[in-house]
């Protein structure tokens, strides 16, 4: 949980941490930054997913209170954009722009080479990953709870057909 990130500060942070850590992908929930987007960053991709700066607009003042709220991403290392690449840079999984859920879901296929014990390429036997972002914050009541576990089972079944090993851990060091 990034609590925001409306200045590039914490972005390039998170990817100083990334090539110290050597940490492959990062997950992260509450950007706190509307719209969908892809942008290269160092060589780092990084995949945005949240309620568009359109919908946001056209909401009652109200529900803006607080500012641009939710928002999942992943960054990719430069390793891990090529096997993006590699899977054809598909349009990343998400929630609709009029769910209620907007800007809890984001999911990208990704195609690594399979090395076998001599260190060489086998080919035609890719290894698939489905690497996402998802969360729910744990304020909400009961009946939504419910409804959101309904949508994670459409995203999940959604990342199944997609591939055959769908992974779906956050903050993790591949």
Same mark, same amino acid.
């Given at each position: ?6 200045? $590039?500060? &914490? ?58 709220? &939710? ?27 009029? $769910? ?17 014990? &001599?260190?060489k390429c086998v ?52």
């Amino acid at each position: 949980n990034v609590r925001g990130w409306n200045t $590039s500060v &914490k972005i390039e942070a998170l990817i100083d941490l990334m090539i110290e850590e050597n940490i492959e992908a990062y997950c992260t929930q509450e950007t706190w930054e509307a719209d969908d987007y892809t942008k290269t960053v160092r060589g780092f991709l990084v995949i945005h997913h949240n309620v568009s700066k359109e919908s946001w607009n056209n909401k009652k003042s109200s529900e803006k209170r607080g500012g641009v709220r &939710k928002g999942v991403a992943i960054i990719l290392s430069p390793r891990f954009a090529k096997a993006y690449a590699a899977a054809g840079s598909p349009q990343p999984i998400t929630t609709p722009q009029d $769910s209620k859920f907007v800007g809890r879901f984001i999911g990208v296929s990704l195609l690594f080479p399979s090395i076998n014990p &001599k260190g060489k390429c086998v080919r035609n036997k890719p290894t698939k990953i489905f690497l996402s972002s998802i969360y729910h914050p744990s304020q909400n009541a009961r009946e939504k709870k419910t409804e959101y576990l309904k949508r994670y089972e459409d995203f999940n079944t959604l990342a199944t057909s997609l591939l055959s090993v769908p992974a779906t851990q956050n903050h993790i060091k591949i």
